[in-house]
């Protein structure tokens, strides 16, 4: 069409091309996509536009459906179908889609631009009717409905030998069971125990794990943590039991000690401690000991030391009213009346006496004094166990002291301290019971008046069996 025909024509002969031209416009435009556009110049002046049928997608595409899928062309588009059902056999009797015609590009435009009338061709492609059509991961069932492929049932998956297959709908996920997370695509084992899932002892294992708990603890029912455990409620100890945490403390009562096991109270012997434990003798007992004394003594208020008991003043004795009942450490004995031998006459309890003026009497002791004393037996030695002075002094006399009888072995002697003063000593100890009489004589000697006299305290010493 060229414009310049526009000014040939009268006004409204150009007015009515005008709007044709638009009205082919507008229908271009509303073309649905199933149809192709087609456009031909004849001249510069003169352009037709019209539509054409579908086109052939499976043909101009080539393999467009894989698979085993075929592809089945349709209106607008193509559909790709199993191969079993695009090989079934198709009715004749289908109903096929009308073919529209169009003018040829040889013949004039027409006014009205309508198109042809529809007419019945034989279509280029098999009809299927009402097909069913399934997407991946389905299959067609035989009621036609598309049932999901469980690929990890039918092993068709593609996880690896170390994941966990799970079907979903249309496929499939690979995941890694408890235990285990992914790594470079396979299914690695989780260490819990790296992460500090148990609160004492961990035990990893393939998938898993396992908590347990140090001696002295029970695992509580969440399976990680640890709960003490009061040993004291099953009484593991003998005597006391006292409860730690993750463990337990036995304790003894006075006088018992723990043995090696921990559990068990042995007695303390505590007479093997000392020797100085008891005064006299120690007696162990169980939890604890006892001093005992011996015959003669009784066990002092502080339980070990033992006192004598004085049996001449408790009455507890068999001496007779003639008799002086005499106490030493651990016994008594009786004495009868003072017999002085004559020439010595008594001139008291104790002391027999020789007069000067009697010849008989001039080599004798003038005066003879009985004592007596006690020794314990074990005594230290030396030791000072008496003393002996002159009571009678005379100018220009001096005195020698000396034990005249009853030192046979030699255990005591006698050290002057002064001019009128001796000590006796004891050198060596003496075992016990025993009973040792020793003269000990004080000679005066004056060179002035030519004189030389004696007197003797006649000692009588009990020696104790009981060393104290």
Known sequence: LRLSSCAERSGVSCLLICLKLCWITTSVQTIKRRFFLHRQRRSDAQMRFFCVPDVDECLTLGRVCQGGMDCVNRVGGYTCVPSEVYQRPYRQSSPVLPELSYPEPSDPVSDTFLPAPPRFVEPSYPRIRNPALCTLGYALAADGTCNDIDECETNSHQCHRTQVCINTAGGYTCTCAEGYWLFHGQCQDIDECRYGYCQQLCANAPGSYSC?????????????????????????????????????????????????????????????????????????????????????????????????????????????????????????????????????????????????????????????????????????????????????????????????????????????????????????????????????????????????????????????????
């Open 212 to 468: 347990s708990c140090n001696p002295g603890f029970v695992l509580n029912p969440d399976g990680r943590t640890c709960q003490d455990v009061d040993e004291c409620e099953e009484e593991p100890c003998n005597h006391a039991c006292f409860n730690t945490y993750g463990s337990f403390m036995c304790n003894c009562d006075e006088g018992f000690e723990l043995a090696s096991d921990g559990t068990t109270c042995m007695d303390l012997d505590e007479c093997s401690f000392s020797e100085f434990l008891c005064q006299h003798t120690c007696v162990n007992s169980a939890g604890s000991f006892s001093c005992v004394c011996p015959p003669g003594y009784y066990l002092y208020d502080d339980d070990r030391s033992c006192e004598d008991i004085n049996e001449c003043d408790t009455g507890n004795n068999t001496c007779t009213t003639e008799q002086v009942c005499f106490n030493f450490q651990g016994g008594y004995t009786c004495l009868g009346p003072l017999q002085c031998e004559p020439p010595h006459v008594a001139v008291s309890d104790n002391q027999c006496m020789c007069s000067a003026e009697n010849p008989a009497c001039k080599d004798r002791p003038f005066t003879i004094l009985y004592r007596h004393m006690d020794l314990p037996a074990g005594r230290s030695v030396p030791a000072d166990i008496f003393q002996m002075q002159a009571t009678t002094r005379y100018p220009g006399a001096f005195y020698i002291f000396q034990i005249k009888s009853g030192n046979d072995g030699r255990e005591f002697y006698m050290r002057q301290t002064s001019h009128v003063s001796a000590t006796l000593v004891l050198v060596r100890p003496i075992k016990g019971p025993k009973k040792v009489v020793l003269d000990l004589e004080m000679v005066t000697v004056n060179n002035v008046i030519n004189f030389r006299g004696s007197s003797i305290i006649q000692l009588t010493i009990f020696v104790s069996e009981h060393p104290f």
